[in-house]
């Protein structure tokens, strides 16, 4: 068999494995073989934004691909050479623009010219990252790295009604190693809830919650509403400004959550990681992985182990010269070290 082959197996995780496996053949010129696509979720297979990830990354790198219809478990991707240029992607549901974004964002980063590219869908959806995580989180760690990106909301879009759009500039830009092992001092932290067509209650109630349990004053709170045509839909966002690093946690709402439980699952995450003493919380800490491996090092504490950073390292692995060690770190949460392999 030739070496260029990467086979996985999807079963290892989500939807998570296949966007990291794409991101991956297309920098390294790797032919992608991915079975069990998502084997374990309700709904097995390609979704439509997986869907729209795949075709995406095919046409940033020309890419021959079998398998790329919704519901297939079962996906060949061989890449061509990567391309910048000026994208346009739709997903035609509340399928996650996010999700699309970070699938190709590692290849975007090194081809040969910048790049524009406009995604439209769901921004805020509730197992995805929202795009203000992206922009508050996530890009200006990517930034300190040496990568160059803007984004931009331009609309927003929930779930079930989508409509939303981003829009990113990215210029080609080489990757530098990170160290993330402390947060720094507490420089500030605030809530916001936005709401599209809802009565305002909703959102006050959010934040009255976030309010009584952080013990954040009351200027710190602020409900944000929307166009009723972005709507029906509402997020609550938390944001914890550190030294070091931002972090976001989110709530979204759904019509059979009361607007109390949607602010404690908010404050539940970040309550977790605050009292955790780690660096970067688990959406962060997964999605760091990726750039520190093609960085060619770097390293960060977080709470723990979660499911996504355990598949994820096992994609990285397979696809780079790398390897990601894992030890308990000095004040009992998870230290995760990315070193190159002749380490």
């Known amino acids: 068999m030739k070496q260029d082959v990467i086979e ?6 989500g939807g998570q494995v296949l966007r990291s496996a794409l991101s991956l ?5 790797k032919t992608l073989r991915i079975h069990n696509i998502r084997a374990r979720r309700a709904r097995p297979g390609l979704l439509r934004q997986h869907l729209t990830a795949v075709l995406a990354a095919a046409q940033v790198c020309a890419a021959r691909v079998s398998g790329a219809e919704l519901g297939s478990r079962e996906l060949t991707f061989e890449p061509g050479p990567i391309r910048g240029g000026d994208y346009r992607f739709a997903i035609g549901t509340a399928g996650s623009c996010t999700l699309v974004l970070q699938t190709l964002l590692p290849a975007l980063l090194q ?5 524009r590219v406009s995604i439209s869908g769901g921004t805020h ?7 203000d995580f992206l922009q508050q989180a996530w890009l200006p760690q990517l930034r300190r790295m040496g990568g160059q990106v803007e984004l931009q909301l331009l609309r927003h879009g929930f779930v079930p009604a989508g409509g939303g759009e981003l829009e990113a500039f990215i210029q080609p830009s080489t990757l530098q190693p990170l160290h993330l092992e402390q947060r720094g001092e507490l420089l500030g932290r605030r809530a916001w809830a936005l709401s599209a067509g809802l009565p305002e209650h909703v959102a006050e109630r959010e934040l009255r919650r976030v309010g009584t349990r952080l013990d954040l004053p009351r200027e710190h709170l602020s409900p944000v509403r929307l166009d009723e045509q972005c709507g029906p839909g509402n997020v609550l966002l938390l944001e914890f400004v550190f030294e070091h690093l931002t972090e976001l946690f989110s709530g979204f709402g759904q019509s059979s959550l009361r607007a109390e439980s949607v602010a404690d699952r908010a404050i539940d995450q970040a309550r977790d990681w605050l009292e955790s003493g780690a660096a970067v919380a688990e959406h962060l800490a997964d999605q760091l992985l990726l750039p520190m491996a093609l960085a060619g090092g770097g390293s960060f504490t977080t709470p723990r182990m979660s499911e996504h950073l355990q598949s994820n390292i096992r994609v990285i692995e397979a696809f780079l010269p790398v390897r990601v060690d894992c030890s308990t770190s000095a004040h009992g949460g998870l230290r995760v070290e990315v070193l190159p392999l002749h380490h």
């Open 8 to 13: 996985l197996d999807g079963a290892i995780g």
């Open 25 to 29: 053949s297309m920098l390294t010129g």
């Open 111 to 115: 081809a040969p010219e910048p790049s």
């Open 125 to 131: 959806n509730p197992l995805a990252p929202p795009v």
